[in-house]
Structures are given as C-alpha cells and as structure tokens.
Nanobody, 124 residues
Framework: VQLQASGGGLVQPGGSLRLSCAAS????????MGWYRQAPGKQRELVAA???????NYADSVKGRFTISRDNTKNTMYLQMDSLKLEDTAVYYC???????????????????WGQGTLVTVSS
C-alpha cells in the first residue's frame, strides 16, 4: 500500500479544509485508516481514525469539528475539518493498517503504512 495525502493549506480561524488520502493497492476496503498530526515542538497525536466497518474514533480536541470518512470505490479517505482553530496548525499524516491489527487507531505496530505529510496552517 502507498498513500498520498493532499489538501493542506493556509486557512483563517473558523474556516474549513478537506484533506484527502489516496491509497494504492487492492486491500483498501478492509484496511483501517486514519490521521495523525504533529505540531512544531509537540508529539504526534491522533486526530481521527476509521475502520473497515465504518466505526470512527476522534481526538477530544476535534470532536464535533472534524469528520473522517472513506470512499472505498475511490480508495480514498477524507478528513473534513471545520471551525478550524489556531491550535489545529500542524503537519497531518494519513496512515493505513491491516484490519486485523487492533485497535484501529493505534499506530505502534510495524504493519502501519504512512503517507507523506500535508501542512495545515490556521492563521489570521
């Protein structure tokens, strides 16, 4: 599996962005996927994750503002980010992992594949 993230950019507080993560390979529909982010000087943190059955998990800081989804027909995962805040500024990384590697939001195993990061900057 190879992942290609896109959609980052500069946005004002309160604005919206949609990130995409396109995957190659035939196992997309059964893979768990998600987004982590890393801000300057901070540790990487979970943003949102979605498993093959459509169950989702969100960081408390983004609940109600971000929505993760996937389109298995396009082998693409999305992160709709609304009501963006200054503290959402970070490099966002998408990942994929086999469905059997649980929990689906944990990225500590060797089976995790990462995409390149996409920078999201929230600034006035």
């Amino acid at each position: 599996v190879q992942l290609q993230a896109s959609g980052g950019g500069l946005v004002q507080p309160g604005g919206s962005l949609r990130l995409s993560c396109a995957a190659s390979g035939s196992s997309f529909s059964v893979a768990a996927m998600g987004w982590y982010r890393q801000a300057p000087g901070k540790q990487r943190e979970l943003v949102a994750a979605i498993n093959s059955g459509g169950s989702t998990n969100y960081a408390d800081s983004v609940k109600g503002r971000f929505t993760i989804s996937r389109d298995n027909t396009k082998n693409t995962m999305y992160l709709q980010m609304d009501s963006l805040k200054l503290e959402d500024t970070a490099v966002y990384y998408c990942y994929s992992k086999p469905y059997w590697d649980s929990p689906y939001w944990d990225v500590g195993s060797r089976s995790v594949v990462w995409g390149q990061g996409t920078l999201v900057t929230v600034s006035s």
